[in-house]
């Protein structure tokens, strides 16, 4: 029963994905951005089932289990700063992609303002392929621990499974088919979570009985975790602007981003805004809530895979069709953001990598199925968690891309090199965070973003210090007659 439930939701997603054929115009405008013409509530729907991908059934369910109520302040930090940021760059994308009449995220920033910088599109794209590769190839191994949960699968066949489906129906309808499945994935994914929720709390008696359980772990709902290492409140405030830095760099992530830049029309932005956020709020805390259950249910599990927490839980509390619906839940989260990131590199491959566009539909599908493999390979390769893959690939593309897009925001001029620099030394700054062990107290995305933003203003000060110098300085004597 269990299988029959999770094949026959995962037939209907790929016989979503499969019907998107039909409206499909055989371009490549089509393919990549829908012809930007997605309505506002499909926009909201989609972006937010690629934002809550595995790594929300997985990752953020097993931290929630690890550290309590702390995990808190990812979901404050990761819904303000994404909401921050939607007030100053949507916008400003869609009606670049507009003028631009660009079809990758890469293309639009290279020719903001009017230019066309060649050797920035290709940097960008370099970066989008690979981080968002390794991101694909987190949403994979998400898929393929759920199998091992549910059925002591090895975990390569989840893997499998994912990327086969995803290739199907990507190759079928492009974008379309990735936003048409994503709505339909964002309602599977929010009910399986509540069902679990209500079943969990209920299984220790209600919401009274529950909490003082939750109240009985030591240090499980302490505010801050105890291993920071700075001293007094400057730890906690630190801690909680690093991830407000983490979910303002959702606009560096050009598998969500593109979403936007499909929009009908940029006057629609508010309505997309109002699906993706209320959906945002009500999942994250959900998915919190779940956490929090499977460390009172599943308190061995801490030595295991907390990663696990999800489909354990479900295996214990659930009748067997209702098993099946969580199993869909978490390969809908890993399948809606699979897709997208899969089509984003594909397109940065296409379009901005090879010395002449690929156009022809054959071309741009092979594509797709060659970023598919190379996803899938570094999923089996099992070197990294779940959550850690996906924070790293978060935080590196937010690095690059995060502080260019605010500066074309205000509408800032930026010359090709310094806008280069400002994505390299971004995302260096953001790595040597990260292999110094700083970014348990601190978001590495944090200081990758700030490091970006200083090299602009760094460039600007010393142009205009430069510019001060010629202005003053004193005009050549020359020798009259006399």
């Known amino acids: 029963m269990i299988a029959a439930s999770f094949i026959g939701f995962l037939l209907v997603f790929l016989a979503i994905g499969l019907a998107s054929a039909f409206k499909s115009r055989g371009t490549k405008a089509d393919y990549y951005l829908a012809s930007g013409k997605v309505t506002p509530w499909l ?35 990761w819904i303000g700063g994404d909401f921050i940021a939607s007030f100053y760059i949507h916008r400003e994308l869609r009606l670049s992609t507009e003028h631009t009449r660009e079809v990758t995220f890469a293309g639009v920033l290279s020719r903001w303002g009017g230019h066309d910088f060649r050797t920035l599109r290709i940097v960008a794209a370099l970066i989008t392929l690979v981080f968002l590769g390794a991101y694909a190839a987190a949403q994979l191994s998400a898929g393929g621990k759920a199998l091992q949960a549910m059925f002591h ?26 936003i048409w499945t994503d709505a339909a994935q964002s309602v599977v994914m929010i009910i399986a979570m509540a069902i679990l929720l209500y079943t969990a709390v209920a299984a220790l008696g209600g919401p009274t009985a529950t909490w003082q359980q939750i109240a009985a772990v030591p240090g499980y709902l302490d ?56 959906y945002y709020v009500v999942f994250y805390l959900l998915a919190s809530g779940v956490g929090v259950m499977a460390r009172l249910h599943l308190p061995e599990l801490g030595a295991l895979d907390p990663e696990l927490a999800l489909p354990t839980m479900a295996l214990k509390l659930l009748r067997p069709e209702l098993i099946g619906l969580v199993l869909a839940g978490i390969f809908a989260a890993t399948m809606s953001t699979a897709d997208s990131l899969v089509l984003a590199c594909s ?65 800032k001029e930026v010359s090709e090199k310094t806008a280069i620099a400002m994505m390299l030394i ?14 348990n107290d601190i978001y590495e995305g944090m200081p990758g973003i700030l490091a970006g933003l200083a090299v602009y203003y760094f460039v600007k000060w010393r142009a205009a210090g430069a510019a001060a110098v010629v202005q003053h300085r004193p005009a050549k004597q020359t020798d009259g007659p006399a």
């Open 223 to 278: 505010w801050f975790p105890d291993n920071l290492i700075l001293p007094g409140a400057s730890g906690p405030i630190l801690f909680v602007v690093g991830w407000l830095f983490a979910g303002f760099s959702v606009v560096g992530q050009p598998h969500i981003m593109v979403r936007f830049m499909a929009l009908d029309d940029p006057d629609h932005l508010a309505r997309a805004r109002i699906y993706y956020y209320s």
């Open 153 to 178: 699968w090895d975990p390569r066949t989840g893997a499998f499974l994912v990327a086969g489906t995803v290739a199907v129906y990507c190759l079928a309808g492009g974008i379309r088919a990735s």
């Open 43 to 77: 926009v909201g729907l989609s972006a937010i089932a690629t934002n809550n991908s595995g790594y929300m059934f997985i990752g953020v369910i097993g931290f929630t289990y690890t550290v309590g109520l702390s995990a808190i302040w990812l979901m404050i930090g």
């Open 426 to 439: 971004g995302v260096l700054v953001a790595f040597v965070w990260r292999q110094a062990g700083l970014h």
């Open 347 to 411: 397109s940065a491959l296409t379009h901005d990598l090879m010395p002449r566009r690929l156009e022809k539909t054959w071309q741009i599908k092979g594509a797709t199925l060659l970023v598919t493999l190379f996803a899938l390979g570094i999923a089996l390769s099992g070197t990294q968690s779940v959550f850690a893959l996906v924070i790293l690939a978060w935080s590196t593309l937010a690095s690059a891309f995060a502080p260019l897009l605010f500066i074309y925001a205000m509408k």
